[in-house]
T-cell receptor
Framework: AQSVTQLGSHVSVSEGALVLLRCNYSSSVPPYLFWYVQYPNQGLQLLLKYTTGATLVKGINGFEAEFKKSETSFHLTKPSAHMSDAAEYFCAVSRANQAGTALIFGKGTTLSVSS | DAGVIQSPRHEVTEMGQEVTLRCKPISGHNSLFWYRQTMMRGLELLIYFNNNVPIDDSGMPEDRFSAKMPNASFSTLKIQPSEPRDSAVYFC?????????????FGQGTRLTVV
């Protein structure tokens, strides 16, 4: 069964510092992986996704993630944090079974950015 | 497109009352999902539909919860009777097609408080 684990429920960085949010997946088949962002009192918004092809995926707002099969990881990074990046971030895997497909989410990581 | 539309945005109800949450997916999307978000459990998949047919309801917590999708443009999640532990944010999401490589689009959520 496919699943994701997000390491660290809370990450704090200073404005301008590197952002690194960790996600490891478990899947017996090649996974489809996603990162979503949730701002307060909002729904989830797609940041980026990995399906096939290039393992370094670029998303919106300067975020990118690298799919590493050998490490079963899909960590999210941004070179320089901005105050507006403060939000909750979710990693997700697309679960495929006989019943169909659905997105299964990790527990989320809250990113705080200080000035 | 207006995106996924959920109503109401906020609902406060007394324990024992029936609660109905509503969702209008994006036109043309044929997969629909209901998720529940709490601090303790994160984002849980409750049920999802393909072409208006329930495919996997294994995430529905109890018989008190039921979901329907009478047509391609409308779905409901009903809780009867409601309990304080049902307090959470409930999200509806829709997805084009059934491919595992497509992202889900989320509504703004319904914040349910059961007192």
């Amino acid at each position: 069964a496919q699943s994701v684990t997000q390491l660290g429920s809370h990450v704090s960085v200073s404005e301008g510092a590197l952002v690194l949010l960790r996600c490891n997946y478990s899947s017996s088949v090649p996974p489809y992986l996603f990162w979503y962002v949730q701002y307060p009192n909002q729904g989830l918004q797609l940041l980026l996704k990995y399906t096939t092809g290039a393992t370094l995926v670029k998303g919106i707002n300067g975020f990118e993630a690298e799919f590493k099969k050998s490490e079963t990881s899909f960590h999210l990074t941004k070179p320089s944090a901005h105050m507006s990046d403060a939000a909750e971030y979710f990693c997700a895997v697309s679960r495929a079974n006989q019943a169909g497909t659905a997105l299964i989410f990790g527990k989320g990581t809250t990113l705080s950015v200080s000035s | 497109d207006a995106g996924v539309i959920q109503s109401p945005r906020h609902e406060v109800t007394e324990m024992g009352q029936e609660v109905t949450l509503r969702c209008k997916p994006i036109s043309g999307h044929n997969s629909l999902f209901w998720y529940r978000q709490t601090m303790m459990r994160g984002l849980e998949l409750l049920i999802y539909f393909n072409n208006n047919v329930p495919i996997d309801d294994s995430g529905m917590p109890e018989d008190r919860f039921s979901a329907k999708m009478p047509n391609a443009s409308f779905s409901t999640l009903k809780i009867q009777p409601s309990e304080p532990r049902d307090s959470a944010v409930y999200f509806c999401a829709s997805r084009p097609g059934q491919g595992a490589n497509t992202e889900a689009f989320f509504g703004q959520g319904t914040r349910l408080t059961v007192v």
